[in-house]
Every structure is written in structure tokens, then in C-alpha cells.
């Protein structure tokens, strides 16, 4: 039976990827580094550090753990400054109404965030009360594919993971969520969560209703 949720933040509450891209290109520009859009839809869902070492990677440079951190953490100054300006008016279209309906019906409700921000976006938004758990960058040190942050919830929730759905936009995201053996929704193409158990191109789409009809069984 289905008792929980775990949400994954950026791309699924709310969308923090235009702050993360303008923040990656000021580092980048300012160190004369290739970076794009294309190269910023691959950061969705990893760590930091391990964003730093794609855009590296990326621009075939080499440079030491100790610089690198250096220069996520100058990106990271950057992106919090820009979080100044997210407003309870920036969630995703659907995700306040979900959130919601499941405080309505009594879900239990955890994030399961990579970012290490997430306390930050979630108080701009006024959405702390949505959550009986944060799990965020700073619970676990394993970063999504690892299903560890995913895990991290249903422990802290009291459930086990396959009484947990796991809502993510990220391919990495939902790897983890199958590895941990939650059922997953995917929000986002098909091409990116294509291998979700149900798949919403947007989270206006994403109702209860749906959920439930879908997961007949499990409700
Ligand atoms: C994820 C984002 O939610 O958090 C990634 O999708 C980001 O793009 C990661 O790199 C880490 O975020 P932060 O806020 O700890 O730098
Ligand atoms: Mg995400």
C-alpha cells in the first residue's frame, strides 16, 4: 500500500534550473569556459561538485579536488544570492495543489533533494509545512543515481520503499528511485523519464486523480 511521497525539488516543485544556469555561466564566463544549455540539462539532479567536474570535463580541463570545490562553492554564492527572488508564486504549476491534496488525505511527505540549498528554496516558497522529512544535499553523501537520499526519506517517514512513490525530472533521479525499489513518477520527457513507472510531461498533469488510477492497486 501506498503511504508516502518523496519529491525531488528542482524541475518537480519548483524550477531552479534558469538560477543554476545563469550562476554556472557567470563562473564559466568569468574563467573562459564553453557553456550552454545543452551542457546545463545535464546537471539536472547531481551534486554540485559533480556539476563542476561535467562543465570541466566538458571544456576538457583538469584541475584539483581542492580548486574545483573552490570554484563550486564561488557558483554556489552566486545562486543563492538569485534565490532572494523566489516567491511562494514559483512553484511548478500543480505542485501546490498536489502537496495539497496529499496533507488533505494525510500522506506522509518527504524531499529527497541533491541540493544542498533546499531548505533556502523551500522557506522562499513557504513550503516547509508541506514535509514531515527534509532529506536534502546535506543528509547523505551519496548523490542520485545512488538511491541513498531516496532511502534516507522512507526511513525518516517510517516506511519501507515500496510504500513510497518518488516524483523526479532527472534520468539520475529516477535510476535511484528503481535501485531503492520505490515506485516512481517521472515528470518530464520521455527521453529523460521515459523509464519512470508513470511519466507526466508537466506536474500540472501529475493529479492525485491520475496517480491513483494509474497505482490502482496500491491505494
Ligand atoms: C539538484 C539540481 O536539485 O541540486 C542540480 O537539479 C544541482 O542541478 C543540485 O546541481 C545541487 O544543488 P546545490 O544547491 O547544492 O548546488
Ligand atoms: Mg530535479
Redesign the pocket.
Given at each position: 500500500m501506498i503511504k508516502g511521497f518523496i519529491f525531488?525539488?528542482?524541475?518537480v516543485i519548483t524550477d531552479?534550473?534558469e538560477q543554476?544556469y545563469v550562476a554556472w555561466k557567470r563562473l564559466s564566463d568569468e574563467n573562459g569556459w564553453k557553456f550552454d544549455r545543452e551542457v546545463n540539462d545535464r546537471?539536472?539532479?547531481?551534486?554540485?561538485l559533480d556539476?563542476i567536474k561535467v562543465i570541466l570535463q566538458y571544456n576538457g580541463i583538469l584541475l584539483d579536488e581542492k580548486t574545483m570545490g573552490n570554484l563550486a562553492t564561488q557558483k554556489?554564492v552566486n545562486?543563492v544570492e538569485s534565490l532572494d527572488d523566489v516567491t511562494p508564486d514559483d512553484f511548478l504549476p500543480g505542485a501546490k495543489e498536489l502537496l495539497t491534496h496529499l496533507r488533505t488525505e494525510g500522506f506522509h511527505v518527504a524531499l529527497g533533494?541533491?541540493?544542498?540549498?533546499?531548505s533556502k528554496v523551500l522557506q522562499q516558497l513557504n513550503a516547509l509545512g508541506y514535509f514531515d522529512v527534509i532529506g536534502d544535499?546535506n543528509s547523505v553523501p551519496e548523490s542520485k543515481p545512488d538511491p541513498a537520499i531516496f532511502l534516507y526519506g522512507s526511513d525518516k517517514l517510517g516506511l519501507q520503499p515500496d510504500e513510497c512513490i518518488v516524483f523526479e525530472d532527472?534520468e539520475s533521479g529516477i535510476d535511484a528511485a528503481k535501485t531503492g525499489g520505490f515506485y516512481s513518477v517521472g515528470i518530464g520527457p520521455e527521453e529523460r523519464v521515459g523509464h519512470a513507472d508513470l511519466r507526466f510531461d508537466t506536474m500540472a498533469d501529475a493529479t492525485l486523480f491520475e496517480i491513483k488510477s494509474y497505482f490502482k492497486d496500491l491505494f
Open positions: 525531488d525539488l528542482d524541475g531552479t534550473a543554476h546537471l539536472r539532479g547531481i551534486s554540485r556539476s554556489n545562486y533533494s541533491a541540493s544542498k540549498n533546499a544535499g532527472a
